[in-house]
């Protein structure tokens, strides 16, 4: 008879436990605080942008800081796409990152950085670009 009871109780216990645990398990989803986009400062100092590569989750905020004492400007490498103009010393210009990209000074054209988005290499985005390309023309 107590053991009876015993048992009952025990799978009582489980069946709370099952029940529990799903709850549990969305809870440990990644909530949206979790997600938050954050902020990252490149500083512009000796003629170069520190750091040079910045790995990024797509939505953060992207600072450069001009700490020289002559002015920089950002501006995306590739096509020249956006830029943040010229920033005079101690001046700061914000972009929200949405993909990896390549960017450079255009006042003096040795300052190079990057900003890496979700871990896509800038090299493998332009990789697979030319591959669809080739597969396109084969085509024709
Ligand atoms: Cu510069």
């Known amino acids: 008879m107590h053991r009876l009871i015993f048992s009952s109780i025990l799978v009582a216990a489980i069946g709370v436990g099952c029940n529990g645990s799903k709850d549990e398990r969305a809870?440990?989803?990644?909530?949206?605080?979790?997600?938050?986009?954050?902020?990252?400062?490149?500083?512009?100092?000796q003629?170069?942008?520190?750091?040079?590569?910045?790995?990024?989750?797509?939505?953060?905020?992207?600072?450069?800081?001009?700490?020289?004492?002559?002015?920089?400007?950002v501006t995306e490498e590739t096509l020249n796409s956006w830029t943040s103009s010229r920033l005079a010393a101690g001046?700061?210009?914000?972009?929200?990152?949405?993909?990896?990209?390549?960017?450079?000074?255009?006042?003096?054209?040795?300052?190079?950085?990057?900003?890496?988005?979700?871990?896509?290499e800038l090299a493998m985005v332009d990789l697979t670009t030319n591959i669809t390309q080739c597969v396109s023309r084969s085509h024709d």
């Open 47 to 73: 003629m170069k942008f520190v750091p040079e590569v910045l790995n990024v989750n797509k939505g953060d905020t992207v600072v450069w800081i001009n700490k020289d004492m002559v002015g920089h400007d």
């Open 27 to 45: 809870a440990l989803l990644p909530s949206t605080s979790e997600n938050v986009a954050r902020r990252h400062v490149v500083e512009i100092s």
């Open 91 to 120: 001046a700061s210009w914000t972009m929200v990152a949405t993909r990896s990209e390549a960017y450079y000074c255009s006042l003096h054209v040795v300052m190079k950085g990057k900003i890496i988005v979700d871990g896509k």
